[in-house]
């Protein structure tokens, strides 16, 4: 499987677990599993980009990648705190 196909099933599964989290109302799941959908899908652009040759675009990815990684870790804690 290529990375494309990887990458695109991670954020399907971490945005369906989104939904499913929302819709029985453990929004901090919720949370936990955008934040992840966030980073990943980011991280995979900034990859992408990358190749391309888009080099400026791929580092303000990066950024956002590793802010939505912190944001994750941050709402991890905040679950296990609660």
């Known amino acids: ?9 991670l954020v ?3 945005s369906i677990a989104a939904i499913v989290c929302i819709i029985l109302g453990n929004f901090n799941f919720a949370v936990l599993a955008m934040t992840i959908m966030f980073a990943m899908s980011n991280g995979f ?8 040759g888009y080099s400026k ?7 956002m990648s590793i802010f939505f990684s912190i944001a ?11």
């Open 45 to 52: 652009r900034a990859k992408s980009f990358k190749e391309q």
């Open 57 to 63: 675009e791929a580092k303000w990815m990066k950024y």
């Open 12 to 14: 399907a599964l971490f």
């Open 72 to 82: 994750s870790i941050v709402v991890l804690i905040v679950i296990f705190t609660d």
């Open 1 to 9: 499987m290529s990375t494309k196909w990887i990458s695109s099933i």
